[in-house]
């Protein structure tokens, strides 16, 4: 402790306190602008990914409701399909009129 004490009171061991304290001084101070920015950064890095959340989730809800009208059209389509494939019966004709009439008839 008097060694360091001895060396401080030399002109040389102050100039060389002052130097350290001001070095020390920047650089916490640097650090500290630099917490600062990656605070600001964070912030802002959460706000790009709260847009990008609503985003997403906007374009799957956009996705579920294509999927909904997908499927309603899909089973209107196959109801159409099953009516239109369903085997009409059998007509009891005498003539070929009553014939054509059974085929132009739509079931």
């Known amino acids: ?3 360091i004490l001895s060396i401080l009171a030399t002109r040389a061991g102050g100039i060389a306190a002052l130097v350290l304290v001001a070095l020390l001084t920047v650089t916490a ?3 500290g ?3 600062w920015l990656t605070r600001s950064d964070l912030a802002d890095e959460r706000l790009r990914a709260n ?3 609503s985003a997403v989730k906007l374009q799957n809800d956009e996705v579920m409701d294509w999927q909904a009208k997908a499927a309603a059209a ?5 109801a159409r399909a099953l009516a239109t494939l ?6 009891d004709l005498k003539t070929v009129e009553e014939l054509n009439a059974w085929f132009a ?3």
């Not at 899909?74 to 196959?78: F, G, H, L, Q, R």
């Not at 369903?86 to 007509?91: D, F, I």
Request: without cysteine; aromatic residues 0%.
């Open 86 to 91: 369903k085997p009409r019966t059998k007509p």
């Open 1 to 3: 402790m008097t060694a």
């Open 51 to 53: 847009t990008l959340e």
């Open 29 to 31: 101070g640097g650090l």
């Open 74 to 78: 899909k089973s209107s389509a196959d």
């Open 33 to 35: 602008l630099s917490l």
């Open 105 to 107: 008839s739509s079931p």
